[in-house]
């Protein structure tokens, strides 16, 4: 039997290429998330797009499609009370989570009698439920945040990192603001099968920490936490195929590990780095 062999099954050349598509584009949306201290936000739009799940699975129609749709406006949402509200961000943000795992879970009962069963490969991401008009949705949707992040990358750079003065060089703040928002709602559904709600966040964040270890700047961070995304999905997906568990654990489990790694080997490099200065003052 060919190590390979699971690239025989259809179910895992689709799944490979949609944890390809996540784990390049994920990261090239936290990384402003980041750099606003919102790394909690996918959380929040995952949970909300349960809701819009439920009311896929209430009417019949395409899950990711009414995924989308909640997560857009439930991202639309938080970045309102956020700028308009005195609530909070982080208490934004529990308002739409609670608000939005009730509503998922309420809904899809209706229609089912239990939510488990149905909610699971969602919640998880799942192997063999990536069909393929879900691949031309992930496939769209990936190619739209990697376009939209090349158009406007450095003005969004700037909006994250420090509003007061992009303002003054007269960015819209708002619209970008809300940019960074939808950019979150749409990379949460393209994340959905392959990772799962509750850990698609993990995937946008844990690849852009480990690359700011070492990266010098900011492109150099985006390119390294794509890739980093990118192996950490691959290597999480294939090992979860041949261990038989839901995938987004394994990926995130993996893009862990490699943060791990990363930061040792870092640890290492900074204290040789010293030692040689040391070395050179003697």
Known sequence: MSVLDFLDYQFMQFALLAASIVGLTAPLVGIFLVQRRLALLGDGIGHIALTGIGIAVLTGQAPIWGALVAALCGAILV????????????????????????????????RTGSAGSTLSSYLFGSLTTVSQSDLIAVVLLGLGIAFTVAMFGRQLLAVSVDP??????????????????????????????????????????????????????FRQTAIAGSII???????????????DVPPGSS???????????????????????RKKVTDGFA
């Open 164 to 217: 007061e003065h992009a303002h003054v060089q007269g960015l819209r703040l708002n619209f970008l603001s809300g940019l960074i928002a939808t950019l979150s709602a749409v990379t949460v559904t393209v994340g959905m099968r392959a990772v799962g709600l509750l850990l698609v966040s993990a995937i946008m964040i844990i690849p852009v920490v480990s690359a700011q270890q070492f990266a010098k700047s």
């Open 79 to 110: 970045e309102y009370l956020r700028a308009k509200s005195k609530i909070a961000g982080d208490t934004a943000l529990s308002i739409i989570f609670y608000g939005g795992i009730a509503g998922g879970v309420l809904l899809t009962s209706i």
């Open 251 to 273: 990926i995130v489990l993996t893009a862990l590990g490699m943060f791990t790694i990363i930061a040792i080997l870092v640890f290492i490099l900074n204290l040789i780095q």
């Open 229 to 243: 995304g990118w192996v950490s999905a691959i290597i999480g997906l294939v090992f979860s195929y041949y261990i």
